[in-house]
């Protein structure tokens, strides 16, 4: 009936969603990041002065928000298969619950 579970696989569900309400503070906390990278792409996002020095930054720019991009999609990645690892965890624990429910 079901997979055998090893040791480090026995997790509570309620376990699950505070490690997945941490990485939901996480991911907003770098796509924050990711659009205010996004904002200083533009050439005049830093006046007139900024103007003269966007071409040399530019790369560099790109690189970092480039980095920040693959963090969020990472991020977002991790919390959706963590999000989906509890609601099978709590299925597969409810329908567990129910199997030895004592019928009134």
Not at 58 to 67: I, L, M, N
Not at 70 to 97: F, L, N, P, S
Request: charged share 25%.
């Amino acid at each position: 009936m079901g997979q055998p579970q090893g040791p480090g696989f026995q997790v509570d569900p309620a376990v699950l969603q505070a490690h997945r309400d941490k990485l939901d503070g996480l991911t907003g906390r770098i796509n924050t990041a990711l659009a205010a990278a996004g904002q200083t792409m533009h050439p005049e996002a830093f006046g007139l002065v900024g103007i003269t020095l966007a071409a040399a930054f530019a790369v560099g720019q790109s690189v970092a928000e480039d980095a920040v991009r693959a963090a969020a999609e990472a991020a977002d990645d991790h919390a959706d298969r963590v999000g989906t690892w509890q609601q099978r965890k709590e299925i597969t624990e409810d329908e567990y619950k129910n199997l030895f429910k004592v019928q009134d």
